[in-house]
Structure formats: C-alpha cells, structure tokens
C-alpha cells in the first residue's frame, strides 16, 4: 500500500503576516485508508473550461482507471478565419480565450506581420511587451487567489476568505485591478482589446495615463511583497509530489523571455520559431476533444514553472528574492509549484513594466500611423509569445489578397494536457492509501496548479491526415 | 428574507464573460453580500440545482448541449444570456458559414459520428430566455445594473437605439466621416461606444437595435471602396445568426 507522504504542518511564524489560519491545511498526513476508491469529478471547479477526472482505485490498490478527461465543445477558430482579410484576423482569435486575448491578438499579429512582411516601431514593441505584462498580471493574480488559495486554506472558493482574511484578499483584489487598468491603459481593455492592429496601434496612452500607470505598479509592489510572504508561509501545505518532465518555452540571451525569443527545451535544442511544429507534435486521444503533444518524452510541460526552470537567471532582483524566500529552486519538478512560479513571474512582471513605462516616458509616446506593407502578397508566418499559461504558436498563410489560406494554432494548454495526464499516472498510486476524499482533493489540485484554459485548448480539432478525397473548404496543415 | 440564489454556467466561449463580473473586483463582493452563490465552477466548488436565477455564456454547438442547457431552463426561474455567445450567437457562428459537411469529414474523418457538432447557435435558438446582458465581452458595469434590477424583480432595461447616440455624446469623430465602416448605425447601445472610442470601429457584438434598419444599413456601407465581400465579413463578425450576414 503507498505510504502518504509525510509533509510538516508548521509554517513560520515570522513570515505569515496573518494570524494562524483556522482551515485544515491541505498538508495534514492522511490515515491510511483501505477499500476501493472512486473519484469522479465532473467538471472539475475553479479551472477555465470543462475537464473531467476519472479514477478507480481497486482494493488492493493497484489503479484500474486513470483519465483526465477533455470534454468541452470545440469552436474551430482555425476554420473561422479561412477567408478572412489579414486587419480582422487578431480580432477573431481574440475570442478563443477571455483571459488571455492579449495573448492571442500578440501571436496573431506576429504571424501576420512575419507572413505580410509587416515591420512594426521600436514603440510598439515596447507596448505590446507591456501589453503582454499586464495580462500576464492579471491572469496569475486570479489564478493564485481565486483559484488555488481556497484549496490552501480549505475552503472552496475565495468569498469565505474575504470574511476570514479580509486584509488579504482586499490587496489581492488592488493588485488584479491595477492589472485591469494596466491592461485598459495600453490596449483599450483586458479582454478582446480594440487598439492593436497590424502595424501598431490605433490609440496611445498619454503622458499622465503613462504616470499615472508608473505609480499605481509602484504601489503594487507592496502588495506583492506581502502575497509573497503570505504564500510563503503556506507554501508547505503544498503537496510534495515531483516528477521530471521535459520544460518547454521561449528563450532568449537577454532577458526573461515572453514576447519573443528562441523556441527552448530542458531536453532539446532550442529552435527559431518558425520549426514550431518539430517540437510541438499534436495528436489526438479519444478522451479528448483537445490535442495532446509530446517531444522528447512522453509529454512536456509548458507555463511559469516550464519559463522558470528554463530562464530563471534572467530574472528581475526582485523577483529572484521572491523564489529563495518561496523556497521555488531552478530545476523544480512539482507541478504544485507552478503556482509559485506564477507569483514569482508577477514580481518579474511588474518590475519590468515600471522601467518599461519610464523608457516609454523618456522616449515620449509619438502617435504614429500602423506600418503598412509595402504590397501585399502570398506568405507563411509564424507568431509566438508566452501567455500566462505557456508557449503560444500561431501560424497562418496568407494568399495573394491578404487573406487566410490555412491557419494553425497551438495552445499552451494542449501542450499540457499529456503531462497532467502522466502526472496523474504517476501521482495516484502514490495517493492510494487516501480516503476518497481527500484523493479526489489532490488530484483536484494537480490539475488546478497548471492553470488549463481548456476552452483555449479545443478552439479546434484535427483529423489525422485523412485524405477524404473531397474538396475542402478548409485545410489543417497538420501531417502526421 | 432569503437571499436569491444565483448560479453560472457555460457552454461554448471564452468565458470572458465571467472573467468581467471577476473583474468587478471590490464590488464583485458587495454584490456577493446580497445573493447566495450556489454554482460558480470558474471561482468555486460546489454545485446545487436549486437557484433563482442563472446566468448561461456560451452558445450551443451540440446536441449535448441542448439536454443540459434544458435542465438548466427548468431548474431556473429566470435564466440570463451572459455576452454575445449565448444571446445572439457571437463570434461562434461564423463556422456556420462553412459548408458543415465538409469541415466535419475533413476534420474527423471516420470518427466523425463519434464527435456530433452543428450549427452554432444562440441560447434563445433552444430554450425561452428571460434576459440578456449584450457584449463581447459584456460591459461589467452593464453586468451590475441589470442583475440589481433582476434582483428587485424587475425586467432589466437594455438600450434600444444604436450606438450612434452614444458615440455623438463621446464626442467621437464618425468612422465613416474617416472613410471607414462601422456597425454602431445598426447595433445596440449600452457601451458608450467602447470599440470607436478606442481607435477601432463597431463590430456588431451587441447585437441588432430593434428596428434596425439593414437596407439603409448597405446603402450607407455601399459606397466606392467597399467591397461586398468587406461588408458582408463586416457582419458575419457578431451577427451570423441574424439574415443581416448573408
């Protein structure tokens, strides 16, 4: 019978700001608990879109069954945009995800602005990075707070902790508005923003939104500061549980990289961006209405833990502090502690945003037109940036009016799906001495710490190179 | 008194939707003082099938969907379409416009039997609906407003004029004085004209004012420049379930 892992109650007393927490941490060891056990979670709560967890252990405890099921309807986005001139394309695939359209409308661009031959301001940039810290912000906030911090304190969402721990949630909350308004003042506004375009964009902050800005980042840190040594002091109720898996994510020489970058690998070469699809392999399973991938091994694991473990060192200072005080070390294989990773990336982010905006400020906001291609014609691009979940591809290809041809998307999420469900292989006849409950809890949130955006991830399906014979409206690029 | 109980569902989106009432921050707990959440899977554990009123995002894409989305119609007394996927359809619908068929075969192959899809459609294609809150995504201040006046018991008000109002009182120039489309003479106000006033155009996603007037809508849309084919993406946009996008 698997033994429960053994894990130590105490939290330090100097780092917890809040007084001793009156729910049951998470990390209590269990008693042994025998008979089979049955887990069923139909839809799985606090994660983005629809997953079912399917889990038979046998008396004995050996695990007949074992799923992580993918059941969420697919909107086939790559379908959507066939046809479509090349100034609407970022605003559809907006829509595959609220939370991280920033996102989306990012790889979109760069793989519309890479296939047109589109070449975009140093300013630009220099917002669109913004852009991409602001949502990278507000969308770890969330998940740190509303989503995985109840499970920490033994409640099931975070409203009772605003009657408990009412300090704590109400910065919580200050920081994901600074984030919102972080995200309006750059892009219109968080969710399918309106002022990026192909080219640049249609609207600039001003000189006071742009300090105004600076001050409220500086006002946050703080904050942060203080979730930092919240987390810190809970950190051990996080279950210990490691398994090494292969790290995906964009690198870079120079910096932390979530705009743009090299394609790296904990176990591969790194690769320019365009070869996205050596690495990122999909496949479909019959539990799924999302594609898995894999590389090297069976699965591989992308988001903030998959950037930590690979670019750690080029971590602001901060956020470096950060890590050594959550105990999270370059290399980590618990998939718990993506969530810390998550937090120790909200530092990053907001430390770079504030130099980011000075040398906004310093350069001073010049309102320029979008660039224009010079003329348009038939091209391939590729797009990726890091959302706040992982690595994010978009391909398209574009025919001789500016208009889609084929279009190809990778989301973080798919490329996780196979490395929760090898986590799960692995972690539940370690738990099988569990009472169902408290089984049901962990796998819960083992799934819960990779932050799925599952509605992200079944934007489309794929066939598996079927040849039908018919002529096709639509064309997926994938050979297997 | 009890407090009313509130419950929230999804279907095919982006839960954007759900992310702006999360967005409501400080006040998201004000409101939180005066209903009783019983479902929420984004935020929180735990399910009943007992509530009041339930606010469903997302279209409908599947037969599966319909048996669910039937459950829920009868376990509410007052069921709200979240955003612009479960109201009118939303970005959702523009698969519609392919043949269904043939991206079915295409994508599936053999299997296809196996993974049912069809026409996206709005909530209101399904079951009777009580309430909107329009957008894409809603406008979380609009979100506030109308559950108050759900939760007063009254039928909350939406605007019934275009966007056109609201842009003139923002003081925007009009897009087509720039020589541009936009769909705000055709569309339903309530969002001060967000999308104009962020440098962009209005795309439609609050759905048709009543008594939109899509003849005089070409007309004014029909002029040297313009193609057919940018109007009718123009409207294929948010409006595909509606004959204005074909």
Redesign the interface.
């Known amino acids: 019978m698997a033994k429960t892992p053994a894990k130590s109650t105490t939290k330090s007393p100097a780092k917890a700001k809040k007084a001793a927490s009156p729910a049951t941490p998470v990390s209590t060891p269990a008693e042994s608990v025998g008979g089979p056990k049955k887990v069923r979670v139909h839809?799985l709560?606090?994660?983005?879109?629809h997953g079912n967890i399917v889990v038979d252990v046998e008396a004995d405890g050996t695990v007949s069954t074992c799923r992580w099921e993918v059941p969420e309807?697919?909107?086939?986005f790559e379908?959507?945009v066939?046809g479509?001139?090349y100034t609407?394309i970022h605003?559809?695939v907006s829509?595959?995800?609220?939370?991280c359209?920033i996102g989306h409308q990012l790889a979109s661009l760069q793989a519309t602005e890479d296939a047109l031959n589109i070449n975009v301001s140093e300013q630009t940039h220099l917002l669109r990075r913004l852009a991409l810290h602001g949502e990278n912000l507000q969308s770890h906030l969330?998940h740190i707070a509303?989503?995985v911090l109840?499970d920490l304190m033994g409640v099931?969402?975070?409203?009772p902790l605003?009657a408990t721990h009412k300090d704590a949630?109400?910065k919580f909350?200050?920081a994901?508005?600074v984030s919102?308004e972080f995200s309006r003042l750059i892009c219109?506004?968080?969710?399918?923003?309106?002022?990026m375009?192909p080219g640049g964009?249609?609207?600039f902050p001003t000189t006071e939104e742009l300090t105004s800005l600076r001050t409220m980042l500086l006002e946050t840190l703080p904050n942060l500061d203080f979730a930092v040594d919240f987390f810190a002091g809970i950190v051990d109720r996080l279950p210990q549980f490691e398994r090494e898996t292969e790290y995906v994510g964009l690198v870079s020489p120079a910096e932390y990289a979530m705009y743009w970058g090299e394609i790296g690998s904990s176990r591969d070469e790194r690769r320019p961006v365009r070869q996205y699809r050596n690495i990122s392999r999909e496949y479909m399973v019959p539990t799924s209405?999302a594609k898995w991938t894999k590389n090297l091994g069976e699965s591989y694991m992308v988001g903030a833990l998959a950037r930590f473990n690979l670019n750690a060192q080029h971590l602001m200072p901060k956020a470096k502090a950060a890590a050594i005080k959550l105990g999270l070390i370059k290399g980590c294989t618990n998939p718990y502690y993506i969530t810390i990773a998550q937090l120790v990336e909200c530092v990053h982010t907001v430390e770079e945003s504030i130099l980011q905006v000075e040398e906004l400020l310093t350069r001073g906001i010049r309102e320029e037109a979008p660039a224009r291609p010079s003329s348009i014609c038939a091209g391939r691009g590729v797009g990726a940036v890091e959302v706040p979940r992982g690595i994010l591809f978009h391909f398209y290809e574009y025919d001789d009016n500016g208009r889609i041809f084929q279009a190809d998307c990778v989301i973080p999420t798919n490329q996780n799906h196979g490395n929760i469900q090898k986590d799960l292989d692995a972690l539940v006849p370690q738990l099988s001495g569990l009472s169902e409950k408290e089984l049901e809890l962990r796998l819960s949130m083992l799934v819960r710490a990779y932050d799925p955006c599952i509605?992200?991830s079944t934007h489309?399906?794929?066939?598996?190179g079927?040849d039908?014979g018919?002529?096709?409206?639509?064309?997926?690029n994938r050979k297997k | 008194m009890a407090k009313p109980k509130i419950a929230f569902f999804d279907f095919a989106g982006c839960e954007g939707d759900q992310l702006q009432i999360a967005n409501l921050e400080e006040r998201l707990l004000d409101i939180l003082g005066h209903v009783e959440v019983v479902s929420f899977r984004e935020v929180a554990t735990g399910h009943s099938d007992d509530y009041d009123v339930a606010f469903v995002e997302g279209s409908i894409t599947r037969p599966e969907d319909e048996i669910r989305l039937k459950e829920i119609r009868k376990n509410a007394k007052v069921l709200v379409a979240l955003g612009a996927c479960a109201a009118i359809g939303g970005i959702n619908c523009l698969k519609n416009f392919l043949a269904e068929n043939v991206y079915r075969e295409e994508v599936y192959g053999s299997s296809a039997r196996w993974y049912p899809t069809y026409a996206a459609r709005p909530l209101k294609s399904v079951v009777k609906v009580d309430a909107e809150v329009p957008g894409c995504p809603i406008d979380k201040v609009e979100f506030a407003r109308i559950t108050k006046e759900l939760l007063l018991g009254r039928t909350p008000w939406i605007a019934d004029f275009p966007v056109c109002v609201e842009c003139k009182q923002a003081g925007n120039v009009c897009r087509y004085e720039m020589g541009k489309m936009c769909l705000g003479i055709i569309t339903r106000a309530g969002c001060k004209a967000a999308c104009v006033s962020q440098g962009a155009h209005c795309w439609g996603c609050r759905g048709l004012v009543p008594g939109a007037n899509l003849d005089a809508a070409r007309i004014v849309m029909d002029r040297p420049g313009t193609s057919r084919k940018a109007i009718q993406d123009l409207l294929r946009f948010f409006l595909g379930d509606t004959g204005a996008a074909l």
């Open positions: 839809y709560t606090r994660v983005e879109g309807a697919p909107r086939f379908a959507m066939v479509r001139d609407d605003h559809i829509r595959i995800c609220g939370i359209a969330l509303y989503l109840p099931d969402s975070i409203l605003a949630v109400l909350i200050a994901r508005r919102n219109g506004r968080t969710t399918h923003p309106q002022r375009t964009f249609t609207m209405t509605s992200c489309c399906i794929d066939a598996r079927l039908t018919a002529r096709s409206l639509v064309r997926f």
